[in-house]
């Protein structure tokens, strides 16, 4: 057991997909896997380990924000043994040429948060992906004939801003899109040499104020869902 995880020495698997919500975690489980267990329901962050076509992985939730998947990637990576954690969540696009329901695989994580700055003593303000899993992502995305974007996000503090203009950091670097996790996973994975990606929804067009529902954010992401379990099956 960990801090914030009650699961037991080696019921957590090598290979770890993280919704935010925890409901999207147990939809998932419920859904998707076979042989399932509820491993951990600390402060009801639910983690379940189970069957996808033969292959034992784990799905829990990392909750909203850098220090909220911070914590649980750290100790997974730390006290768990964990190889690799893809983020699976939603995004809000900053362009208007992007639709709802695209996926995303986010390249590079960029941020104003000093999360890694006094977490590691990291000074970059971006990470990329960690390890061979972005590259599973795209093959496997090919194999199964889905449209798939490529690039990077921006992995903002605030999820609501009074100032309209897209942020300098996302324009900077050419971020296609707005989420809250990526860069601390990536970090942390740099920090411990192991393997992180992140596979999104786009769930919003930010400039158009077009959005998806809040029962379609924790049900209707099948098409990610699949991706991200193919691919696991392939790591």
Known sequence: MSIHIAAKPGQIAPVVLMP????????????????????SSTRNIYFFTGNYKGNRLTIGASGMGCPSIGIYSYELYSEYGVECIMRIGTCGAYLTSINLFDLINAEKAFSESTYAKWAFGYEENGFEHQGRMYDVINQTANKLNLPLLKGNVHSGDPF???????????????????????????????????????????????????????????????QMTTLALESAGGF
Do not use: Q, W
Request: glycine residues 2%.
């Open 20 to 39: 935010g919500d925890p409901l999207r975690a147990k939809h998932i489980a419920d859904n998707y896997l076979n042989d399932v267990e509820l491993v």
């Open 160 to 222: 609501y801003r009074v100032d309209p203009a897209l942020p300098k950091i996302a324009v900077d670097n050419n971020c296609l899109a707005a989420e809250m996790e990526a860069f601390a996973l990536y970090a942390n994975a740099k920090y411990f040499k192991k393997t992180a990606a992140c596979l999104l929804t786009v769930s919003d067009i930010i400039p158009a104020r077009k959005m998806i529902t809040a029962e379609e954010r924790e049900k209707s992401l099948d």
